[in-house]
């Protein structure tokens, strides 16, 4: 016996081997009162090495072939996945605001530039001294 086959069952334990044996009733593969059997012998078991041979000759998951599962945690996995889209998101925004800044101080500096140094320059025209 190994020692997975040692360890105690749960209630859960029990009801999913009982609900295998309906599923195996219901396609035919066990009689009425082999049904009646199994589910009392199921209703008794206290580990998991009582509970393999009663779905042993039936398809599908078998109760003694490898380690418990520890029950998922969809919330947490929720909770990650929104908080790294959160942090992504806010970095894009950083990079676009960033990227916008810099672009128009660009624009800015060019405007002003063009002020200063390019922009075409009024002649201060003198009038002729006899106009006066």
Do not use: N
């Given at each position: 016996?190994?020692?997975?086959?040692?360890?105690?069952?749960s209630?859960a334990?029990r009801?999913?081997?009982i609900?295998?044996?309906?599923?195996?009733?219901?396609?035919?593969?066990?009689?009425?009162?082999?049904?009646?059997?199994?589910?009392?012998?199921?209703?008794?078991?206290r580990?998991?090495?009582?509970?393999?041979?009663?779905?042993?000759?039936?398809?599908?998951?078998?109760?003694?072939?490898?380690?418990?599962?520890?029950p998922?945690?969809p919330?947490?996995t929720?909770?990650?996945?929104?908080?790294?889209?959160?942090?992504?998101?806010?970095?894009?925004?950083?990079?676009?605001?960033?990227?916008?800044?810099l672009?128009?101080?660009?624009?800015i500096?060019?405007?002003?530039?063009?002020?200063?140094?390019?922009?075409?320059?009024r002649?201060h025209?003198t009038r002729?001294?006899?106009l006066?």
């Amino acid at each position: 016996m190994t020692r997975h086959e040692s360890l105690r069952a749960s209630d859960a334990d029990r009801e999913a081997v009982i609900e295998q044996l309906r599923k195996a009733a219901a396609e035919g593969r066990l009689e009425p009162e082999e049904l009646e059997e199994r589910v009392e012998d199921a209703l008794r078991a206290r580990t998991y090495g009582e509970l393999a041979p009663l779905v042993a000759d039936l398809p599908g998951p078998s109760v003694a072939r490898g380690r418990p599962r520890s029950p998922a945690r969809p919330v947490a996995t929720l909770a990650l996945t929104t908080a790294a889209a959160i942090v992504a998101l806010a970095a894009i925004a950083i990079v676009v605001l960033v990227a916008v800044a810099l672009t128009a101080a660009w624009w800015i500096g060019c405007v002003l530039f063009w002020l200063v140094c390019c922009r075409p320059r009024r002649l201060h025209r003198t009038r002729p001294a006899g106009l006066i």
